[in-house]
């Protein structure tokens, strides 16, 4: 496990808060943010280089919702005997629609999650993977309501543990099959995207580095970005942290037996607090009875534990489960559009239902 490494500099805290919730979508967006946070656009360059040296600052780019572009996702969970779980992981990394990967303790130890265009068949997906992998069983996990996503580690310390109201409470659809919404791209639009999801180059106009790439404008690709942010396909232009190196050493996935009739209520309650990143209801099985799933972040086991007996008792759920990560196997963004993962998929194509179906 990669070891945490503190951040102490109050303006360091205040610039990765920043990044990690929006980048100027400008010209010069080193400039724009220098100026909101009082540095000169070189020495905000040279401090960003150096927290990406440092592990710290992994990726900034735009993060892409795969259904409003007309892709397929779902959370995959693997049972593997151990001997052989690095040879599974390793066979499961090199699909290209594997994003996340991680070991987690649990009889399910493998998770992973699994991006297709809408026009594949994705539990067929799952089953070869399985195969190739040596799983004993997988279980398909697709979302069937949002509660909330977006990772934003608060590295200040400034946000309190209980709940704030959320930014968004609503549910939307399922994940699973690409959206009746997807939206129906033209090529222009597609090249901006190849171009956004890349991670930012660090000069002092990185957009027209990305649009000299795709054959653009530079103001053709903002615009791009802008329209794309405000239709739902792009969710943020933002960084994304390494967790471990900022102090987050406990990433647990607590996963809740709520019933039915409360789902909507507990999942918009889990969301509103600060150190829950991911919160979704997904379906159960007869081995699986967790409909509610909350990524919680952490500097601690003992602050990750406390808090989740504060939200069990909040609610009254008690019958919960903390699969900590224990390994992180793979850790990327989907490259959508990709000649891996190619052409738009047609947005009246669904998967068929798997064959062990949840209950």
């Not at 996702?73 to 629609?97: F, W």
């Not at 489960?321 to 989907?334: G, M």
């Amino acid at each position: 496990m990669e070891a945490g490494l503190a951040i102490c500099d109050a303006s360091t805290a205040r610039l990765l808060s920043q990044v990690q919730r929006a980048f100027p979508l400008d010209a010069r967006p080193f400039a724009a943010l220098g100026e909101a946070l009082g540095l000169p656009e070189e020495q905000l360059l040279a401090r960003i280089s150096e927290l990406k040296a440092q592990r710290i600052i992994r990726q900034i780019s735009g993060i892409f919702d795969s259904r409003r572009l007309g892709y397929q996702s779902c959370l995959v969970a693997a049972q593997v005997p151990s001997r052989i779980l690095e040879q599974a992981a390793a066979a499961i990394n090199r699909h290209p629609g594997v994003s996340h990967n991680y070991e987690r303790a649990h009889a399910f130890n493998l998770w992973f999650t699994l991006t297709v265009p809408g026009h594949a068949d994705l539990p067929a997906e799952a089953a070869r993977l399985r195969m190739e992998a040596g799983a004993v069983q997988v279980r398909l996990l697709p979302t069937v309501r949002t509660f909330k996503i977006g990772v934003i580690l608060d590295v200040g310390g400034n946000q309190g543990a209980g709940p704030t109201p959320p930014a968004t409470a609503a549910a939307s659809p399922s994940e699973y099959a690409a959206s009746a919404s997807a939206k129906s791209l033209s090529a222009r639009e597609i090249a901006a995207v190849r171009a956004l999801q890349k991670d930012l180059p660090l000069v002092a106009r990185p957009f027209h580095a990305l649009a000299n790439e795709a054959g653009m404008a530079e103001e053709e690709l903002l615009a791009h970005a802008r329209q794309f942010l405000e239709g739902g396909e792009m969710r943020r232009f933002a960084a994304v942290l390494f967790h471990r190196r900022a102090g987050f050493t406990a990433n647990g996935m607590v996963v809740w037996n709520v019933p039915a009739e409360r789902v909507v209520a507990v999942g918009q309650r889990f969301a509103a607090y600060p150190a829950v990143s991911h919160c979704y209801q997904r379906p159960c099985y007869p081995d699986w009875p967790y409909s509610l799933f909350t990524m919680i972040h952490a500097r601690s086991q003992e602050e990750c534990e406390r808090l989740v007996r504060e939200m069990a008792n909040a609610v009254d759920i008690h019958e919960h489960a903390i699969l900590y990560s224990l390994r992180e196997f793979k850790k990327t963004r989907v490259r959508y559009f990709e000649e891996s993962l190619p052409e738009q998929p047609p947005q009246e194509t669904r998967c068929r239902p798997q064959a062990d179906a949840p209950s």
